[in-house]
C-alpha cells in the first residue's frame, strides 16, 4: 500500500482517486482554491474538493507552490507518490523531486498529440480519428514527460465532450492500476514521447465559443460537441443569446424552419438550445 498524495480539480480525476482510496493510502488531496460563482458570487469548491470531504481526505488548496513553506509542508507529508489529473496548478521541479517513486500524470490525449489544457474539446474540434489517455512521468515542460502507458479508441462521430471526459476518466483509473502494481518499475517502463506530431490544446476561451455559419457542416457539428456540456456554443438569434446543446444536418425541405441555419455547404438544424436564465428546449 503505497502513500498517496492526489492533486486534481475537475471531475476528471475522481475515478482514479476512487480507485487510489480502494487500494491506497490517500495521505492528502490537493485541488484548486474555491472561486466565486453564479450570480450571488459565492466561493464554490472543485468537485475534487467537494469528494475528498465525503470521504474525510486531508484537502489542501494552495493557490501554487511558490511559497517555500508550501514546498516543505507537502515534502513533510513523505508521499510514495504523487498522482496527478487535471489540476490546473502548475507544478516545479521541486515537487516533482518529493515523492519516493514517481509524480505521475493521468491526461486525456494520446500523446504528444494535444498536450495541454484542453485535448478532449480540441481532439473532437478537429475531427480526430482516435482519443486516448496517456500516464506519463511528470516533468518541467508542459506535457513532455516520459509515457508509461497509453489507451486509445476510436472517436464516433456522435460523441460529445461530456462523453469522451467520461471514457477517458475511466480508462485513466485502469491504467492507473497497472502502473501501481510495481511502482519501482515505472521508470523502466517509460519510453520518450515522439518528437515528431506534437500539437496544444490550448484552454478554451469564451469568446471563441461563438458560432461561425460561414464553416463547413461537419465542422459546425464537430465544434457543437467539442462544446457540449461545457462551456458550451451558442449563437444569436432575433437578438437572444442561445447555447447551442446539439445540432444535425439538415434537409433543404427544411430550410424555412425557425432553427435552420445556413453554413458553407448546407443547412444545419438545432436540435437542443437554451436562452440565458432559460430551461433546456429540445426541438425533435
Given at each position: 500500500?503505497?502513500?498517496?498524495?492526489?492533486?486534481?480539480?475537475?471531475?476528471?480525476?475522481?475515478?482514479?482517486?476512487?480507485?487510489?482510496?480502494?487500494?491506497?493510502?490517500?495521505?492528502?488531496?490537493?485541488?484548486?482554491p474555491p472561486l466565486p460563482a453564479g450570480?450571488?458570487?459565492?466561493?464554490?469548491?472543485?468537485?475534487?474538493?467537494?469528494?475528498?470531504?465525503?470521504?474525510?481526505?486531508?484537502?489542501?488548496?494552495?493557490?501554487?507552490?511558490?511559497?517555500?513553506?508550501?514546498?516543505?509542508?507537502?515534502?513533510?507529508?513523505?508521499?510514495?507518490?504523487?498522482?496527478?489529473?487535471?489540476?490546473?496548478?502548475?507544478?516545479?521541479?521541486?515537487?516533482?523531486?518529493?515523492?519516493?517513486?514517481?509524480?505521475?500524470?493521468?491526461?486525456?490525449?494520446?500523446?504528444?498529440?494535444?498536450?495541454?489544457?484542453?485535448?478532449?474539446?480540441?481532439?473532437?474540434?478537429?475531427?480526430?480519428?482516435?482519443?486516448?489517455?496517456?500516464?506519463?512521468?511528470?516533468?518541467?515542460?508542459?506535457?513532455?514527460?516520459?509515457?508509461?502507458?497509453?489507451?486509445?479508441?476510436?472517436?464516433?462521430?456522435?460523441?460529445?465532450?461530456?462523453?469522451?471526459?467520461?471514457?477517458?476518466?475511466?480508462?485513466?483509473?485502469?491504467?492507473?492500476?497497472?502502473?501501481?502494481?510495481?511502482?519501482?518499475?515505472?521508470?523502466?517502463?517509460?519510453?520518450?514521447?515522439?518528437?515528431?506530431?506534437?500539437?496544444?490544446?490550448?484552454?478554451?476561451?469564451?469568446?471563441?465559443?461563438?458560432?461561425?455559419?460561414?464553416?463547413?457542416?461537419?465542422?459546425?457539428?464537430?465544434?457543437?460537441?467539442?462544446?457540449?456540456?461545457?462551456p458550451s456554443a451558442?449563437?444569436?438569434?432575433?437578438?437572444?443569446?442561445?447555447?447551442?446543446?446539439?445540432?444535425?444536418?439538415?434537409?433543404?425541405?427544411?430550410?424555412?424552419?425557425?432553427?435552420?441555419?445556413?453554413?458553407?455547404?448546407?443547412?444545419?438544424?438545432?436540435?437542443?438550445?437554451?436562452?440565458?436564465?432559460?430551461?433546456?428546449?429540445?426541438?425533435?
Amino acid at each position: 500500500m503505497l502513500k498517496i498524495v492526489f492533486m486534481g480539480s475537475s471531475p476528471f480525476g475522481q475515478p482514479a482517486l476512487e480507485f487510489l482510496a480502494q487500494n491506497h493510502h490517500i495521505i492528502g488531496v490537493y485541488t484548486r482554491p474555491p472561486l466565486p460563482a453564479g450570480r450571488g458570487l459565492k466561493l464554490q469548491k472543485t468537485p475534487i474538493h467537494i469528494y475528498a470531504e465525503q470521504q474525510n481526505f486531508p484537502v489542501y488548496t494552495p493557490k501554487n507552490f511558490k511559497d517555500p513553506q508550501e514546498v516543505a509542508f507537502l515534502k513533510s507529508l513523505q508521499p510514495d507518490m504523487i498522482i496527478v489529473a487535471a489540476y490546473g496548478v502548475i507544478l516545479p521541479q521541486v515537487v516533482l523531486d518529493i515523492p519516493v517513486y514517481e509524480c505521475l500524470n493521468i491526461h486525456g490525449s494520446i500523446l504528444p498529440r494535444w498536450r495541454g489544457a484542453a485535448p478532449i474539446h480540441r481532439a473532437i474540434m478537429a475531427g480526430d480519428e482516435q482519443i486516448g489517455v496517456t500516464i506519463m512521468r511528470m516533468s518541467a515542460g508542459l506535457d513532455e514527460g516520459d509515457m508509461i502507458a497509453v489507451a486509445a479508441q476510436d472517436l464516433q462521430d456522435t460523441m460529445t465532450t461530456g462523453i469522451v471526459h467520461d471514457i477517458l476518466a475511466k480508462q485513466g483509473a485502469v491504467l492507473l492500476i497497472d502502473c501501481l502494481k510495481q511502482p519501482d518499475l515505472i521508470a523502466q517502463k517509460a519510453i520518450p514521447q515522439p518528437e515528431t506530431g506534437i500539437t496544444y490544446a490550448h484552454k478554451i476561451l469564451k469568446h471563441e465559443c461563438e458560432i461561425s455559419w460561414d464553416k463547413s457542416v461537419q465542422d459546425i457539428l464537430r465544434f457543437i460537441r467539442a462544446l457540449n456540456p461545457f462551456p458550451s456554443a451558442f449563437c444569436y438569434h432575433k437578438d437572444i443569446r442561445y447555447k447551442i446543446h446539439a445540432a444535425r444536418q439538415a434537409d433543404i425541405h427544411e430550410q424555412h424552419d425557425e432553427f435552420v441555419f445556413a453554413c458553407q455547404d448546407g443547412l444545419i438544424k438545432v436540435t437542443a438550445l437554451q436562452a440565458e436564465n432559460k430551461k433546456i428546449q429540445i426541438l425533435e
